[in-house]
């Protein structure tokens, strides 16, 4: 949920311009009014339009989650992921959650990633979880 793709920040142990968006796959992405606001602005439509066509109720959590669309290496990821560069499309307007992530200095995402890479001897490679 953090990968705008920007370079590592100072004494951050991950990179997300080198990931390809594990974080993003989460099947339950949670957003508020704020969130949905944010992105209604985003994009110059209405509240009721970036609700519906950004997220969905999930009925067994009870909360509001942010949509998926189809992806070739995790199955699913965020509708608001652009899938060929392996970004988030509203980096300026994402949501609180997704701001949040990971907390602290370093991603496990990362270094299962890191590690997966260095076994595999392929700097590109993507494992799946
Ligand atoms: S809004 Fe952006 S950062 Fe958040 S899950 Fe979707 S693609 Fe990832
Ligand atoms: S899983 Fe970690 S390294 Fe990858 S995009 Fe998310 S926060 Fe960045």
Redesign the pocket.
């Known amino acids: 949920?953090?990968?705008?793709k920007t370079a590592r920040k100072s004494g951050n142990q991950y990179d997300c311009s080198k990931c390809p968006?594990y974080?993003?796959s989460?099947p339950l992405?949670e957003v508020g009014k704020r969130d949905i606001q944010r992105l209604a602005k985003h994009f110059g439509i209405s509240y009721a339009q970036a609700e519906t066509r950004y997220t969905r109720f999930d009925k067994s959590e009870k909360v509001r989650s942010?949509r998926q669309q189809e992806d070739e290496h995790f199955g699913r990821?965020?509708?608001?992921?652009d899938t060929k560069k392996r970004?988030?499309?509203?980096?300026e307007s994402?949501?609180g959650?997704?701001r949040d992530y990971p907390e602290g200095k370093r991603c496990g995402y990362y270094e299962f990633l890191q590690f997966e890479r260095e076994h595999q001897d392929d700097p590109t490679f993507v494992a799946t979880t």
Do not use: D, E, H
């Open positions: 949920m953090a990968s705008g968006g974080c993003c989460y992405i942010l990821i965020c509708k608001l992921f970004q988030c499309t509203v980096y994402r949501p959650v997704c």
